[in-house]
């Protein structure tokens, strides 16, 4: 099936379980590919993938807001005074939960000795709509969407196999 620069298309991917084990679960995985510019953009999407974002987004969510309230806490018992330390603090935290820090805006005011945040929904929701998808680029026309993610999978099996095998003999 042949494609024109532009055009979208779309399969979705049937994985059968090994003949060793039959009772294997496989996920549901759509991949869509379109072409611009002599090169090919393949958009997977995983069900699995989406589930195991989600909970990634979520665990970190839970962390960031545990630490904030930590923050809150050590300001409004007079631990934390200096404000270019709290503006530092604030940092740390950001620095240490990229991937959830920006879906909240936090401040902190002076004359208060307040700390707040507020989530930023619209974020957050476009962050959902992604969850368990990722976007491969290649420059193979040649290869139709299933055998370009299916190369994808199989080059990313490999390389973490020899990444297990070189821990070992480091």
Known sequence: MSVKPGQVQFV???????????????????V??????????VLVVSEERSAKDRSIREAHERRL????KKLKERITCGKLVREEEIYEAIGRIKERY??????????YHKGE??????????????AEKLDGS??????RSDLDPE?????????SRAEAAFSDMKSPLS
């Open 147 to 155: 055998e370009a993610w299916r190369i994808y999978s199989l080059l």
């Open 32 to 41: 869509k590919k379109k072409e611009c510019g002599g090169e090919v953009y």
């Open 65 to 68: 807001l545990c630490d904030l």
């Open 98 to 107: 990229p991937r959830v820090a920006k879906y909240y805006e936090i401040a």
């Open 113 to 126: 000795d307040k700390l707040i945040w507020a989530a930023r929904e619209e974020e957050r929701a476009k």
């Open 12 to 30: 979705g991917v049937v994985r059968l379980p090994s003949a060793t084990n039959p009772y294997q679960k496989k996920s549901h995985v759509e």
């Open 134 to 139: 990722y976007l491969l680029k290649t420059d």
